[in-house]
Each structure stands twice: as C-alpha cells, then as structure tokens.
C-alpha cells in the first residue's frame, strides 16, 4: 500500500511488530483493567501513573512502557516539527499577571459544551488507534472520562466500534468522523453514532501526514486491525479472508479526501446532532463555518503531525475568536501541557481546551487509570492557576491576565 495515502488517510499506522509486543506485555494489565470495569475498583492507588506529577512524567512512563516505532507514533511531529514544538512553546511565552488581594480559596471548574454540563474545561481528543497504547484504547479513555464528568472525542479510527465505545462508559461523547467516499456508508454510520447516543460531530478538515519517525520505523497496521477498523466503520465486504494487499487497496480508495464545504450541507441534511469543524486557523475559514451554521470550530493544526510550518494555535486563537464574534462555541487543541495553558486559552476566548498526546501517553503508562490521572492534574493546575489569579469560576478568566 502507498504509505503516503494511508498515513494522509487514519495516521493509523501503528507499527506491528510494536503494536504486537505492546499488546503481548499488557495481557496481565488488560486482565486488571477488565476486571476493574467490572468491580469499579480505584487502580490508580497502585498503578504507575499515581506517581506522576505532571504530564511529562506520564510521557516518560509511556517511553518507557511502549516499542519505540509506538511511542514515536504519538511523539513525533511532520517534518521538522516546527509546529510542534512551536504549539508548546507558543503557550510558554505567554505571561499571566494575577491581580492582588482578591481573596480567592476556591473556584468552580464546570461549564457547559454545546449545551452539555462538564466538570472542567478540558475534553479528550479523538486519537487514533487508541489499542496501540493499552489493549482497553478507547474503552478505558471513555470510563476515565465519563469518571472525570467530561467529553470523550472518539476518533474514527480509535480500534472499536461506535457501540462499543458508546458502552464503555456512560458519560457524554462526540465522533470525529473521517468520511467514507460511499455515502451510503457515511449515512449509516452517522445514524449508528445518534442511536448511540454521541451528543455531536466532529469533522476533521486538515489532512495530509508527513512524519519522519513513521518512515524511519515502517509502520504498518496488522491486517486484522485494519479489517475490525473497516467493518466497525461499515464496510462488511471486509472479510478476514481477504488477503492483507486486498484490504490494504481497499481502505486506499476508501475515503473522501477531497471535502468541500458543500459536505456540510450534505451532513446537516441526514443529522440533527451539532457540527464541529476541525482544524481551522483562518479567519475567514472560521466566518465560513458560521455562514454555513455550524455548531462549533476547533482551532487545531493537527498537534504538528500535518502540515509543518503551521502556526501555533494559541497564537492565532484570539483572531478566530475575533472573526466568529460569539456565533459559534470556540474550542482549541495543540500544545496543551498544564493548567496554565488552559488558563491562557480560555482568557483567549476558548471555551474549552481538547488535549490529545498527554491522555494517549497517560493511557500508555496506566491504562484507564492514567487517563483519570492525567485529567485530574490537569483540574489540580487550572484549579490552582484560577485561585492564584482570583477567579471564582471560569468565567472570570479574562484576557487582562495574559500578555
């Protein structure tokens, strides 16, 4: 298969010969985290990740715990990994100057998301291949979330099904969808994810992946990943019988990469869930998605994994929150490490934050256990940055405190 059309496909690739030996060492954690889900037994007293006090002590566990070629999968940027580096250097520059004397021991952390009650304004990215990390992937993410009281974005291509994501744990859900060229595919799939109660759509509009390491480490997805990916998304063709060649030009030609903005209409005329737009960093793309009366926009360049020489989202937030002027809920993604980042993109204009890299390395360490982790660090920090600069609730967060 031609590696470029696949990664600019998923970014699925995950390596089989690491995704092989990742899985075979987690078989006893996998059986804890199984049995976990069953008894509600708190792992995270005795788990690796209880340990960690920041999301750079979860990126070393996950080092430590993952094959090279899995690790570098979520590590790595395109190219030069300009833009990644820049994504977490962006938010370093910044300055916060709390205001004095304002008598603040506590804040309320909660808010709403497209109209949904969340406990923090920190929400779980669609990640791909989500097994890769821990063999419970996007299950364990959904039980941590649905425990934190926040979304779980669930990527197209997380290694499980709509249904079983959507069984895994109780709390609120969005689907990032990739769009099948069939459209008979698409609008079924889009009807699985309302039956299964998602609360909105997630199109991610920014593809083409050029990344160094996955070269370096030929990535390449087992044949059974990739045929339980086809048939969860809808393609019952797929059979295990296919040779792996087969399956591989199949999911070749598989997919619309060539989305214009008459897709929305399309999407809007088979769902009555709300639409987010993700990976806008224009301006006038941002006034476009609110002509066309979409929902909400992600700024995102893909946490440096496309395009490279992209800019920082922070950086160019406050002009999409300038363009859309309130019409639409404004969320950002990309280079988000501590509490103070999500402090600076809500004083920006960011209604919440979606982080990616640190719950997949959390989920590499600790399973279910580490994506509880990870989410409660960052709550500890935002909690202490709002007490530290006097706001009450996340509404006070205002862009006075930032230069």
């Known amino acids: 298969m031609d590696r470029r059309t696949f990664t600019q496909l998923f970014t699925l690739a995950a390596g089989s010969l690491g995704l092989m030996q990742a899985a075979g060492q987690a078989q006893e954690q996998d059986a804890d985290d199984q049995r976990n889900a069953k008894t509600g037994n708190n792992l995270n007293a005795r788990g690796p990740s209880s340990k960690a006090v920041n999301v750079e002590d979860l990126r070393q566990l996950a080092k430590a715990a993952l094959p090279k070629a899995s690790f570098d999968y979520i590590a790595t940027g395109s190219a030069d990994e300009i833009t990644l580096r820049e994504n977490v250097a962006a938010f370093q520059r910044l300055r916060v100057f709390p205001p004095l004397m304002k008598g603040v021991s506590d804040a309320d ?146 997919w619309d990469l060539s989305l214009s ?76 490490r501590r509490g103070t980042d999500v402090l600076k993109a809500l004083a920006f204009g960011a209604r919440a934050v979606l982080i990616g890299r640190p719950y997949a390395w959390a989920l590499a360490a600790d399973g279910e256990a580490g994506v509880a982790r990870v989410i409660k660090l960052f709550r500890e920090e935002l909690l202490n940055a709002m007490v530290a600069t006097g706001c009450r609730k996340l509404s006070e967060i205002e862009r006075s405190l930032i230069a």
Do not use: C
């Open 109 to 254: 952390l909660s808010t709403t998301a497209l109209g949904q009650k969340i406990q923090l304004p920190v929400l779980l990215a669609p990640v791909a291949v989500q097994r890769m990390y821990h063999p419970q992937g996007g299950l364990a993410a959904a039980r941590a979330a649905a425990g934190a009281g926040t979304i779980y974005g669930v990527s197209s291509s997380v290694g499980n099904s709509v249904e079983e994501i959507a069984a895994a744990g109780n709390g609120p859900k969005w689907f990032q969808l990739y769009v099948p060229k069939d459209r008979a595919v698409a609008r079924t799939l889009v009807q699985r994810v309302e039956r299964a109660g998602y609360k909105a759509i997630i199109v991610t509009v920014d593809l083409g992946e050029w990344k160094d390491a996955d070269q370096r480490n030929r990535f390449s997805l087992p044949k059974e990943m990739l045929v339980k990916h086809l048939r969860d998304v809808g393609y019952d063709q797929i059979t295990d019988r296919m040779s792996y060649e087969a399956v591989s030009e199949f999911n070749a030609n598989a």
């Open 261 to 336: 903005w008459e897709f929305f209409d399309w999407l809007r005329g088979i769902t009555k869930l709300p639409i987010l737009i993700k990976g806008v960093l224009r301006p006038e793309d941002a006034r476009k998605a609110v002509s066309m009366g979409l929902d909400g926009i992600v700024v995102s360049n893909h946490g440096g994994r496309r395009l490279d020489g992209m800019p920082a989202t922070i950086d160019v937030l406050p002009s999409i929150v300038e363009a859309v002027g309130g019409k639409a809920e404004i969320y950002m993604d990309g280079g988000v």
